[in-house]
């Protein structure tokens, strides 16, 4: 079993970046790794998968070009860098552990999430 602690989220102005941290308190290199979200008001999206080796990224429309999600198996961490940051990326944001092989942006396909961290982008 994997417990996931998502951190790094905050208060940021439009045109600004946040990284966040995906720490996990087991091995994640056996799991594909996601971010998703949840704007108030709306249901979880998926934002961002990779794989368990990191050889295959897979994006959202919303966020493609301007968050950049990666893992540090050595370290059992997952990150999202966002970049170029909207008022509408504002929204708590999971992290997600999956035993498919393959990337998913169903959530269904996940097993094991974080309690979330909130983001807010200011215009």
């Known amino acids: 079993q994997v417990q996931l602690v998502e951190s790094g989220g905050g208060l940021v102005q439009a045109g600004g970046s946040l990284r966040l941290s995906c720490a996990a308190s087991?091995?994640?290199?056996?799991?594909?790794m996601g971010w998703f979200r949840q704007a108030p008001g709306k249901e979880r999206e998926f934002v961002a998968a990779i794989s368990l080796s990191g050889g295959n990224i897979y994006y959202s429309d919303s966020v493609k070009g301007r968050f950049t999600i990666s893992r540090d198996n050595a370290k059992n961490t997952v990150y999202l860098q966002m970049n170029s940051l909207k008022p509408e990326d504002t929204a708590v944001y999971y992290c997600?552990?999956?035993?498919?092989?393959?990337?998913?942006?169903?959530?269904?396909?996940?097993?094991?999430w974080g309690q979330g961290t909130q983001v807010t982008v200011s215009s």
């Open positions: 997600a552990a999956g035993r498919s092989l393959f990337i998913a942006t169903a959530e269904g396909m996940y097993d094991y």
């Open positions: 087991g091995r994640i290199s056996s799991y594909t």
